[in-house]
């Protein structure tokens, strides 16, 4: 199906006159219901075969049993695969897998033992499918001609209770060709080489005695395996192809009575002499570190080195699992006895981390690897990182590699945020050398590895290599190249970077509009896209082939485009050795690129807005000329239910007159001489979201056109911030919106809800403090007093929240020592005996974002004072609740105290008396 190219500015007349004249069409349509959210199907996962041919996606609703859909773009021939999810094609297309989940009424009926998923295989030459069951996971050959199947462990030998960790289980390679099957038992670890010459595989069975590597040879009698290396009570692991010479790199270890695992030796196996080589021996690694099967390898695409990694010898006793066993005798009066029970943490002013950051880091740290490369040219390996440097990105050059450090500045991560000392190392010798240090933001390795360009204090940064010359390729540009809209404490940042030029010519850097190209060897500086700034359109590269290095200096990218003031999105295409671009899409809708298949000029995307759904379309190439819709979801919203249209609105902020914009969404059946009830939703920056779809979900965020089906008018607010004044420059950024809905004669001003969650949830906690404008207000996750959050944690990540309010989200720019009367002036909780507006409260008991404990100081301080407060406590819930009961429970009770206080409706008894507490 296609459709027409509209021009701009047609299309920008066409969508104004319709939003001034709205249809008075829908009152038939029915309300959007919570039994039909539930039901409600998403697209998830598209695939595309290789060849473009073939395209598969997930089709799940919010609640129940979904299915795979799988279509023949050329032909329209379709499949389904009842149950089937996250789908895979192979190469050649014939063949569609995927996870077949169990059905919904099957897992909830489950007890003990809950049903485990299986798989599809769907012939699409015929439609014919072949099911397994108990199937944890599966792969296509890059050939296209096999499928690998990993089952679950057998219940049989789950049963027996192994404490061999390592144990493998079954494993069926199958012809999709034949249908042949071959019967692996005990894989522990298997992988394809990229040709699908070979199948490598690593078996831990139960007595060990069969422990080894093999292989099948895809090309030969496959129902042969053949032996690669096989030793007792060994394991082998990490297996890794150089898909250019049929290399196969892994680590070998001797695991001892307790199933653990001593240290590993690094080897490789070459296929067409079938010889095996110790590159790197246990024995030959310093005796400070260890070289172990937890590991990572990698090779570089030309073969030439593989990247390892090193263990600290101080690590590797905190990965075993041994246990100490009980002395054999006890004397009760013993104080090494008695303190070997102790249970104590000691936090140190001068520790690096905090103690919350420290165990929640723990797991990570201690299984820690410090890469390591060898050559395979002239036999030789040579660490890389260490403690003091511990990150190396690899790189494809011969010469160099990035490594960062993060080390000196662990402490200030508390209440600054996160720096980075940046290093050039080089790859013979590991000889490192400090390019940049303290830096925000990240650097960057060009593909050759002769520069690095970073960003720091607002101008772009080229530092070359081998001249060790540092150039400022921004300064001297009259636009701006940091965050035009930054309202954070900390430094204001970049727009980033969008790839280089082959032979590191040329690093491309985006300013807010346009994409830049300097020249490496001048720094000279060409604006690529040229019309951004003068269109307020934010163009940025798709990057089509992910795989893709560098780009050539005549290539035509693909760009998408986002009109910061219209919030519109289109599709163009720039020639790199030219400047300016060509429009290719441009309507009024948002479009995000999907893919592109690698044998292939077909694009995939998807188109929506908020009355639209985001189906799948497909153009045969960036001319976009041919575009279609392939997929046909929620076609008729208007028809089916009183779905609502959205526009935009522009009002001036309170006191600086700034414009803020916000989307408004009315009713189908919107009457202009009638005022509404209005759900005001709304976070940072929320106007775009008239040309995005909403999700359709029972959950802790409003599922706006259901509201607006209820005949509410939907308000998304942007915010202004300022540092040091979040909570009022919230207020002075929405109310005089609100206002303004009144006086365009659209909102009732006495049936004004306000909703907000997490941060905005902090923003209605103090609005309803500083005004009475509003009839109710929803505040889910809210930080209700700066001065106890502010030395709080975030569980989550076991960080301290000081730098989130003296740096990023929380805005107040300074510690609670130099701006006491900010944490105050900005927390609810000091202004709760101002609040007239009834208040609905939710935490998660879980919460690892914000501590469940700001709600409970927000409700004492109104139940103290006698404020109209309801405070719901979702017990073992996280920041975002996760189980279902909850999050329909909660979006019912939403609509529920809304209902009441904005237009009358009988109150619950949740409401009006509480529920008692009677047990769990």
């Known amino acids: 199906m296609g459709y027409n190219k509209w021009g701009f500015h ?44 073939w395209l598969a996606y997930s089709v799940w609703p919010d609640r129940g049993d979904g299915e795979v859909r799988i279509r023949n773009v050329d032909n329209g021939t379709f499949y389904t695969i009842e149950l089937g999810d996250n789908p895979k094609i192979n190469r ?70 192994s404490k061999n960790e390592h144990l493998g289980t079954e494993m069926v390679l199958r012809s999709l060709e034949s249908g042949e099957e071959y019967s692996m038992p005990f894989v522990a ?30 090309n030969a009698d496959v129902s042969e395996e053949k032996t690669v290396v096989k030793s007792e009570d060994k394991l082998f692991s990490n297996l890794e192809w150089d898909h250019n010479d049929e290399k196969l790199a892994f680590t070998q270890a001797q695991l001892d009575s307790t199933f653990e695992t001593e240290d590993a030796d690094l080897k490789i196996w070459k296929a067409d002499n079938d010889e095996v080589t ?101 036999e030789q390996w040579i660490q890389l990182a260490d403690l003091k440097m511990p990150n190396v990105v690899i ?10 450090s993060r ?11 996160f720096f980075s000392d940046y290093y050039i190392v080089d790859l013979k010798t590991g000889e490192r050398k400090k390019i940049v240090e303290k830096l925000r933001s990240g650097a960057e390795l060009s593909p050759k590895g002769n520069y690095v360009v970073f960003y720091r204090n607002k101008d772009w940064h080229l530092y070359n290599v081998q001249k060790d010359l540092y150039r400022n390729l921004t300064e001297d540009l009259d636009v701006p190249f940091f965050n035009e809209d930054h309202d954070y404490p900390y430094p204001v940042q970049g727009y980033g970077t969008a790839g280089w030029l082959k032979g590191d010519e040329a690093i491309m850097i985006y300013d807010k509009y346009d994409v830049w190209k300097f020249s490496t060897d001048d720094g000279k500086a060409v604006n690529l896209t040229k019309d951004g700034r003068d269109r307020e359109l934010m163009y940025r590269i798709e990057r089509v082939d992910e795989d893709r290095k560098a780009f050539d200096e005549n290539d035509e990218v693909l760009i998408r485009g986002y009109y910061d003031h219209q919030k519109t999105y289109g599709f163009y295409t720039l020639e790199l050795d030219k400047s300016g671009t060509e429009k290719r899409l441009e309507t009024a809708h948002k479009y995000d690129f999907i893919s592109s298949p690698e044998n292939s000029d077909r694009i995939l995307y998807s188109r929506e807005k908020y009355d639209e759904y985001p189906n799948l379309w497909i153009s045969e190439g960036p001319s976009f000329e041919d575009a279609e819709r392939i997929t046909e979801l929620h076609l008729n919203l208007h028809d089916t239910y009183n779905w609502g249209s959205a526009e935009l609105i522009e009002w001036s902020g309170m006191e600086d007159g700034q414009t803020i914009r916000g989307a408004l969404i009315k009713p189908d059946n919107y009457n202009p001489d009638k005022q509404y009830p209005v759900l005001i939703y709304y976070y940072r920056f929320f106007s775009q979201r008239a040309y995005e779809f909403n999700n359709i979900t029972n959950d802790d965020r409003p599922t706006l056109p259901q509201w607006v089906s209820d005949n509410y008018v939907v308000f998304l607010p942007d915010i202004r911030f300022e540092v040091g004044t979040p909570g009022f420059a919230s207020t002075k950024s929405l109310v005089p919106g609100v206002q303004k809905l009144i006086e365009m004669g659209i909102a009732d001003p006495d049936k004004l809800g306000l909703h907000g969650h997490s941060w905005s949830g902090y923003q209605t906690a103090f609005m309803v403090t500083q005004t009475d404008i509003f009839d109710a207000a929803i505040a889910g996750a ?27 989200q929380s805005r107040i720019g300074g510690s609670l020592w130099e701006y006491p009367e900010r944490y105050i002036e900005n927390s609810p909780v000091f202004y709760a005996d101002r609040i007239d ?84």
Not at 12 to 33: D, E, H, R, S, W
Not at 108 to 137: H, M, R, W, Y
Not at 195 to 215: F, P, R, W
């Open 189 to 218: 670890e298997v992988s394809f080489d990229s040709t699908s010459q070979h199948l490598a595989y690593a078996v831990v069975d139960t007595s060990g005695e069969h422990n080894g590597l093999y292989y099948r040879d895809l």
């Open 395 to 404: 790189s494809q050059n011969p010469n160099y590699v990035l490594g960062q």
């Open 92 to 161: 050649t297309g014939q063949w569609v897998g995927a996870n077949v989940k169990p059905k919904l009424v099957d897992q909830i009926k489950a007890k003990k033992d809950k049903p485990k998923q299986g798989l599809a295989l769907l012939n699409t030459a015929n439609g014919e499918t072949v099911q397994k069951d108990s199937v944890k996971s599966f792969e296509f050959s890059n050939d296209g001609k096999w499928a690998l199947i990993h089952f679950y462990q057998k219940k049989s030998i789950k049963d027996k209770k």
């Open 782 to 808: 809210p930080v209700s007093n700066m001065t106890s959050a502010y030395s709080g944690i975030r569980w989550g990540s076991g960080l301290a929240r000081q730098f989130q309010y003296e740096q990023t």
């Open 10 to 53: 047609y299309l920008v007349l066409g969508l104004v006159a319709l939003l001034a004249f709205p249809l008075i069409v829908g009152a038939q349509n029915k309300k959007l219901t919570f039994e039909d959210v539930m039901k409600w199907e998403d697209i998830s996962d598209p695939q595309f075969s290789d060849n473009g041919e």
């Open 278 to 378: 110790t590159l790197v021996a246990a024995s030959d690694v310093d005796k400070e570190w260890a070289l172990r099967t937890n590991n990572d390898l990698e090779w570089t695409d030309n073969g030439e080195r593989l990247f390892f990694g090193l263990m600290p010898r101080e690590m590797v006793e905190f990965n075993q699992n041994k246990k100490e066993e009980d002395p054999d005798s006890v004397d009760v009066y013993s104080r090494e006895q008695i303190l070997g029970e102790k249970e104590v943490d000691v936090w140190h002013y001068d520790d690096p981390r905090i103690k919350t950051h420290e165990k929640d880091s723990w797991n990570r740290r201690k299984k820690r690897t410090y890469r390591a490369v060898y050559h395979m040219d002239d």
């Open 837 to 920: 507006t009834p208040l609905l409260m939710m935490f998660g008991d879980e919460d690892t974002a914000v501590p469940w404990y700001q709600g409970i100081e927000m409700y004492l301080a109104m139940r103290r004072l006698d404020k109209d407060a309801v405070f719901l406590q979702y017990r073992d819930e996280p920041h975002h609740l996760q189980k279902y009961a909850n999050k329909l429970d909660y979006a019912i009770k939403m609509k529920e105290y809304f209902d009441h206080y904005l237009r009358g409706e009988k109150a619950p008894k949740w409401i009006t008396d509480g529920v008692p507490y009677r047990g769990k």
């Open 407 to 417: 080390v000196p500045y662990l402490q200030e991560m508390t209440w600054d945020g």
